[in-house]
């Protein structure tokens, strides 16, 4: 089994700051990227942020600048910075973390269960 547990979403004013957290566990090899989604109701899921094992992150145009995704690597779990809140950032935010669950396995994507984050005065 592997779980993604999400922890932080709220409702903040406009301009606020939220930290989103979400924690893997159960029995899995290794984890490779994870990330940050988020769907507004009638919208297609999009992504927010991710972060591999190793190289570069990537963000949405619309959250540069504003957004900080990173990872501790040891306790497996990843964060979302959001600073300079806007309502149009109101979605329900889904960690996503593509993982291993033996050596010689191909990696799968494994979603959390969402968070809701609210923007407005």
């Known amino acids: 089994q592997v779980q993604l547990v999400e922890s932080g979403g709220g409702l903040v004013q406009p301009g606020g700051s939220l930290r989103l957290s979400c924690a893997a566990s159960?029995?899995?090899?290794?984890?490779?990227?994870m990330g940050w989604y988020r769907q507004a109701p009638g919208q297609q899921r999009e992504l927010v942020a991710v972060?591999?094992?190793?190289?570069?992150?990537n963000y949405a145009d619309s959250v540069k600048g504003r957004f900080t995704i990173s990872r501790d690597s040891a306790k497996d779990t990843v964060y979302l910075q959001m600073n300079s809140l806007k309502p149009e950032d109101t979605a329900v935010y889904y960690c996503?973390?593509?993982?291993?669950?033996?050596?010689?396995?191909?990696?799968?994507?494994?979603w959390g269960q969402g968070t809701q984050v609210t923007v407005s005065s």
């Open positions: 996503n973390a593509r993982i291993k669950r033996g050596v010689w396995n191909n990696p799968n994507d494994y």
């Open positions: 159960g029995n899995y090899f290794s984890i490779n990227a």
């Open positions: 972060i591999p094992s190793g190289g570069s992150t």
